[in-house]
T-cell receptor, first 111, second 115 residues
Framework: GNSVTQMEGPVTLSEEAFLTINCTYT??????LFWYVQYPGEGLQLLLK?????DKGSNKGFEATYRKETTSFHLEKGSVQVSDSAVYFC??????????FGTGTSLTVIP | GAGVSQSPSNKVTEKGKDVELRCDPI?????LYWYRQSLGQGLEFLIY????????KSGLPSDRFSAERTGGSVSTLTIQRTQQEDSAVYLC?????????????FGPGTRLTVL
């Protein structure tokens, strides 16, 4: 089957700290992988994506690399800001265009 | 341009009543999804519409749930004889890809509370 497992939160970091949010997946076939973000009071929006193995998605200083050998798509940012406080969701899309989301990881960045 | 809109934003109902939730996708988007987000849970896929194809209903949790999409645009999710466990945020998303759905654009959601 298809599923996504991501690091449980909440995560609290100081400004300029390094961020890693782990995400692993189980899928049949060759899925595409996504990170979505939900800022307080807003809807989910795409943060970054990768469609094949070894691709690196990046946006707003965040990066994630599609690792087929470890079935992972960990989200990283070198220096977080207060404005990065949000809930982050890892997701996969299978060949049938079905999406599977993780449970979300809440990040709070304190000044 | 306008994003995905959903109405109502909040709905409180009594157990056993029927509810209808509406989604207006971005104009021209052929794919439309419904999800349910319960407290502390991830997004649970409910149903997927793509163009004129038969919808993928594999995520609907019971026969009390149904959805339709009229004219390839607006969609309505109907929950009959609501139960307390139906309380959740219901999210709609749309996408413009014809064959392979890529980026989804989410609406703000409808928070459903069943008393």
């Amino acid at each position: 089957g298809n599923s996504v497992t991501q690091m449980e939160g909440p995560v609290t970091l100081s400004e300029e700290a390094f961020l890693t949010i782990n995400c692993t997946y189980t899928a049949t076939g060759y899925p595409s992988l996504f990170w979505y973000v939900q800022y307080p009071g807003e809807g989910l929006q795409l943060l970054l994506k990768a469609t094949k193995a070894d691709d690196k998605g990046s946006n707003k200083g965040f990066e994630a690399t599609y690792r087929k050998e470890t079935t992972s798509f960990h989200l990283e940012k070198g220096s977080v800001q207060v404005s990065d406080s949000a809930v982050y969701f890892c997701a996969l899309r299978n060949t049938g265009n079905q999406f599977y989301f993780g449970t979300g990881t809440s990040l709070t960045v304190i000044p | 341009g306008a994003g995905v809109s959903q109405s109502p934003s909040n709905k409180v109902t009594e157990k056993g009543k029927d509810v209808e939730l509406r989604c207006d996708p971005i104009s021209g988007h052929t794919a439309l999804y419904w999800y349910r987000q319960s407290l502390g849970q991830g997004l649970e896929f409910l149903i997927y519409f793509q163009g004129n194809s038969a919808p993928d209903k594999s995520g609907l949790p019971s026969d009390r749930f149904s959805a339709e999409r009229t004219g390839g645009s607006v969609s309505t999710l109907t929950i009959q004889r609501t139960q307390q466990e139906d309380s959740a945020v219901y999210l709609c998303a749309s996408s413009y890809q014809e064959l392979v759905v890529d980026t989804q654009y989410f609406g703000p959601g409808t928070r459903l509370t069943v008393l």
